[in-house]
């Protein structure tokens, strides 16, 4: 019963530094995604994946990579942190042909200082 | 650029009120999804609809989508603490690339 499961929850930074936020999926979805939610901005797309090797960029892509070599995980690169990149990162997960079957994570809190 | 607006940003309410949330777009929506942010937790879907005039319901909670859909409500009866959290509209698009508005914050008091 894990669903969506990101980790860490919470992470401090200090800029400059890299890390990986991982997402996990125990659903066989095929589409994951990864959004970052700031105060007043909604959540907007970072990147999304169809598939397994398949990746393209979202609304804020700048600063992040990712890469898809299993169906199961999602992983969001931080390359070069910096203090903008501060917000709470969510991953959803969903099936290619149910529009319902959509689940979040529980959220990563990223603070870059 | 699709823009989606949600009013009002914030509303407090008492317990056994009755309350109406909105979702405008400044374009057709493809298909509109509501969800339920608690604090600390990630979005949870509600409800989602696709056909214009379309109105749904969950227990207390009525969703109507507009019939030109480029509109849709929220509207929630009696309203309980539990009812308390962010609720946010969304078009689906492509339905792996959802654009969401900025969201209404609900409390609930006792």
């Known amino acids: 019963n894990a669903g969506v499961t990101q980790t860490p929850k919470f992470q401090v930074l200090k800029t400059g530094q890299s890390m990986t936020l991982q997402c996990a999926q125990d659903?066989?979805?095929?589409?994951m995604s990864w959004y970052r939610q700031d105060p007043g901005m909604g959540l907007r797309l970072i990147h999304y994946s169809v598939g397994a090797g398949i990746t393209d960029q979202g609304e804020v892509p700048n600063g992040y990579n990712v890469s898809r070599s299993t169906t199961e995980d999602f992983p969001l690169r931080l390359l070069s942190a910096a203090p903008s990149q501060t917000s709470v990162y969510f991953c959803?997960?969903?099936?290619?042909?149910?529009?319902?079957?959509?689940?979040f994570g529980e959220g990563s809190w990223l603070t870059v200082v | 650029t699709q823009l989606l607006e949600q009013s009002p940003q914030f509303l407090s309410i008492q317990e056994g009120e009755n309350l109406t949330v909105y979702c405008n777009s400044s374009s057709v929506f493809s298909s509109l999804q509501w969800y339920r942010q608690e604090p600390g937790e990630g979005p949870v879907l509600l409800v989602t609809v696709v056909t214009g005039g379309e109105v749904k319901k969950l227990k207390r909670l009525t969703f109507q989508f507009g019939d030109a859909r480029k509109d849709s409500s929220l509207h929630i009866t009696a309203a309980q603490p539990g009812d308390t959290g962010l609720y946010l509209c969304a078009d689906g698009g492509s339905n792996y690339k959802l654009t969401f508005g900025k969201g209404t914050l609900l409390t609930v008091n006792p």
């Open positions: 959803a997960s969903r099936n290619a042909w149910e529009i319902d079957t959509i689940y």
């Open positions: 659903m066989n979805h095929e589409y």
